[in-house]
């Protein structure tokens, strides 16, 4: 049974018909409030929502909703993992996943505003995998099975930071505070027709700026799997941020960066979308 869970407020709540049900309350303290204790026992809480007639207690209001995972453990990226990607950026296409990582206090949620911390802070949406169980060594034929699910991301990039130095800054570039909107649910895949197969687009300032399917992946989700499970334990709630397809802002001619008070719009088919506004930072 296809299953949506999001973080409202810090507490775990599954999308249903006509609105939310709080995971704590309706399975009478089995699992949650915590998002993270619901990804834990993702197998069980899978079983328990399966077996279990919930009917909605509120209505949803996605302003309300935080990053659907708040403290991952690990959050992976993807660079240059788009064909079109690749090459719109001058360069060949990697033999093996580029990594790096988004620093989990990144993370903000599927509506958070976005601090535009320089003049060159750019969009990119990706598909953001939620792994659901421990995971060494996983071979791909059956990675994904230690996936409870996807939700969109955006990995905000300063390229100031990102490539005043040499070597390059990707995980400081794309770690500033709010630079990891993800959300707005966690989605199981048994939701898609052919969860390997999915649109993905992008508009700012209502311009689509990117629009791909995830079939241009270079490195599809079950070999990003399969490949960072043998270096790195994946546990529950760990993200991998997948790559970004063409056209991103860096690249263009001319070039093009987010503005104070543009809206980025990011969706992915059969997930949901993030709107998230550009605004000037606080401090
Ligand atoms: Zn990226």
Redesign the pocket.
């Known amino acids: 049974m296809p299953i949506r869970v999001a973080n409202r407020h810090g507490r775990a709540v599954l999308l249903v018909d006509g609105g939310i049900v709080d995971v704590d309350q309706a399975s009478g303290g089995a699992f949650g409030p915590d998002p993270m204790l619901v990804l834990a026992h993702w197998d069980a809480f899978c079983n328990w929502a399966a077996g279990t007639s919930l009917q909605a207690t509120e209505g949803l209001d996605e302003a309300e909703l935080a990053a659907c995972v708040p403290r991952p453990g690990s959050v992976f ?3 240059l993992n788009y064909r079109a990607h690749a090459e719109e950026a001058g360069l060949a296409p990697p033999n093996r996943p580029m990594v790096f990582t988004k620093f989990p206090s990144c993370l903000a949620g599927p509506r958070s505003d976005i601090y535009l911390f320089s003049d060159r802070v750019d969009w ?1 949406v ?1 598909l953001v995998v939620v792994i659901g169980r421990p995971g060494v060594r996983v071979a791909e034929d059956v990675a994904l099975d230690y996936v409870a699910g996807y939700c969109v991301g955006q ?1 905000i ?1 300063d390229r100031r930071l990102q490539f005043n130095d040499k070597p390059p800054q990707f995980s400081l570039g ?1 770690s500033r505070e709010t630079f990891g909107p993800i959300g707005p649910a966690i989605v199981s895949l048994d939701s898609f027709a052919d969860p390997n197969d999915l649109q993905i687009t992008c508009e700012v300032a209502g311009e689509r700026m990117q629009d791909s399917r995830t079939t241009d992946m270079i490195f599809a989700v079950p070999e990003l799997v399969s490949y960072l499970s043998g270096v790195c334990q994946l546990q529950p709630g760990d993200l991998i ?1 997948t ?2 397809p063409r056209g991103v802002g860096a690249v263009r001619e001319p070039r093009r960066y987010l503005q104070v008070g543009e809206t980025i719009v990011s969706t992915i088919e059969g997930v949901g979308s993030l709107v998230n506004r550009c605004v000037i930072p606080p401090y």
């Open positions: 990226a993807i660079g990119e990706e990995d990039s794309k941020f790559g970004t």
